[in-house]
Structure formats: C-alpha cells, structure tokens
C-alpha cells in the first residue's frame, strides 16, 4: 500500500508524538484475531512490533494477531510481547492505538471488533487548499449542473427537501440542498445545520451528536415562498456505518417547522466528482 508523500509526513509527525498522547488501549489475548472496522478504504498500516501480524481481508478491515513462537512451534508459546502501536491511515484520518498483552481468563469474552471512531481520527491534510472564491465557483457549477434522481427525499409539514447532488474535488465536499414549499405561509429559515448522529437512537441512552459545520455556503440562508435552493462545502469528513450525516432545516418560529434528511456513508463514497 502506498500513501501520498504529504500524508507520509504528517504520519510521522504524528508517530512522534504518541508519547505525549493517550491512546486508546486495546487488549489482544493469544489466539484472538482482533478486527479495525474503518469508515474508509485503508490506505496504510504500521505495526510497531514483530510479535503482531496484521493483513487487510477486505478493504476496511484490519486484522491483527499474535505471532506463536516459531521455534518452539507450540501456539501456547509466544514471541515475548511489549505494548504496541497500531497506525491506521485511511483516506482522510489516521488513528493510533496501544496493544496490550492479556493472559487469557476461562469464561471472559473478549472483543473481536473495534470500530475506529471519529473521536480516534486525526485529519490528514493533503495539501490541496482552495480560495473562497475557488469554491464558489465549484459551488455555482454544481448548482447549475442538471439533476439527477434526488440522492435522499423527505416531506413533511407541507415543505418537500432534496439532497439533489453530492459531488467531491479534492479535499472538498459539496452538497446541493433543494426545498419546495407547497403551502400558503412563507418558510422563514432560521439556520440549516449539519449533524453526525446514531441511525438509530435508543432513547434510553445519552447520545452526543457531532456537529459539522460547512466551509462555504454559497447563499446566505433566506425566507422562501416557494423554492430555496443552495450549495455547502465541507472539509472531507468520514463516519462509521452505524451513523448518518442528519440535515436540518429550521424555521425561526417558536412552532417552527423542521425539516430533516439523513445521508449515509456510502451515500458520500458514491458521491460524483467535480
């Protein structure tokens, strides 16, 4: 696998100074095979020690495990093991974790799957960084190229809200937003805010929603009567599968309508590019 020579860069940076960081501790027993569940196609993998081997089965999996001791051949004998670093570099982040040795305890489970998570991720920053009014330009272009079938539709309190184009040009993500109000009362738009949220949420549990907040909008949010129409750019972002990217639109009425949308991930690696 290779990884471009910026990214490299900040990868080492960054090994330098695991040190100085608290990272997620992971325990990895003898005979497990311990899984990295990532948002995106991995990209580039280091393994600070011998005693683990790792592979990638699919394209967003890593696998590691403990090496038996070739020389004894007993897989009850083991290559001694310190505490290891596992980097995993995806498209857009890199996230670091701490390997452990544990003795196996009779009749304790032990987690097969990790999931990397955005609170793991570190950004790679590519390089590639475009003016204000580079974007708009982009923005204008995509908001004026013909529709296709709505990627995500909702409707509800007499407003219908398209996600009608998603498109990509570098590190960028551009979302082209539609609203079309089939009533007599005018929408008067309070603010339209970008959400990363559980698919499902249990409503017994404590849920923290992460906010993303857009690099660019081209048109200032305003009132409509009938249609509103814009474009939001964002810096790349990734989310595990389990979430989705809520859309909301909010009216400054204190019985305001909101309207909401949820993309998710695939929805964004399907995305067009510009």
Partial sequence: MQINFISWVALLLFSFSVSAQQLPNIDLPENISLHFLSPEPIQYVDISVKSISGDLPIKNVLRIKRIPDSVVGSSSSLIPFPDAIVTIAGESFMAQYRIRYVPVVAGKEYPTQIEVLPEHMKPLESGLKLSALQLEKLATALLFKKDKKPIVHTKAFGITGHVSQLATF?????????????????????????????????????????????????????????????????????????????????????????????????????SDTL
Wanted: net charge positive.
């Fill in 170 to 270: 570098g590190d960028y993500i551009f979302l082209h937003l539609n609203y079309q109000n089939t009533t007599n009362l005018k929408y008067e738009t309070n603010e339209i805010r970008f959400k990363i949220e559980d698919e499902k949420i249990n409503k017994a549990t404590t849920v923290q929603d992460i906010e993303v907040k857009p690099e660019l909008t081209l048109f200032k949010n305003s009132n409509f009567k009938r249609n509103f129409s814009n474009v939001y750019v964002f810096k790349k972002f990734s989310f595990p599968g389990h979430k989705v990217l809520r859309i909301e639109l909010n009216e400054k009425q204190i019985s305001g309508r909101v309207i909401g949308m949820k993309l998710r991930y695939k929805d964004l690696l399907e």
